[in-house]
Nanobody, 124 residues
């Protein structure tokens, strides 16, 4: 089992940047595929990015490609989401998630463990 804690959220102006971090505790972090999801008020939770166990495989939501970068450090048990050129539509609660299977995925139900989320606000 793994416990996930997100940090790094906040308020930023449109065009600005934020870096979210997710710290994992528990065993064998490197065996988990990791993902970031987000949920804005009144909407369903949606996929943002996923990264494979070694970091080589990555998958992104089309609307964040070229602006967001997911990365992980298996020595520190962390997964980060660098968000650049933020837009008002990126505002949401961002969640970190862990998947026990080996392949990256954009599907919510493929992930077994979830953090509590961190709020990102973007002013226009």
């Amino acid at each position: 089992q793994v416990q996930l804690v997100e940090s790094g959220g906040g308020m930023v102006q449109a065009g600005g940047s934020l870096r979210l971090s997710c710290a994992a505790s528990g065993r064998s972090f490197s065996l988990y595929v990791m993902g970031w999801f987000r949920q804005a008020p009144g909407t369903e939770r949606e996929f943002v990015a996923s990264i494979g166990r070694s970091g080589g495989d990555q998958l992104y939501l089309d609307s964040v490609k070229g602006r967001f970068t997911i990365s992980r450090d298996n020595t520190k048990n962390t997964v980060d989401l660098q968000m650049n050129n933020l837009k008002p539509e990126d505002a949401a609660v961002y969640f970190c998630a862990a998947r026990t299977q080996a392949t990256v995925s954009s599907l919510i139900y493929d992930y077994n463990y979830w953090g509590q989320g961190t709020q990102v606000a973007v002013s226009s």
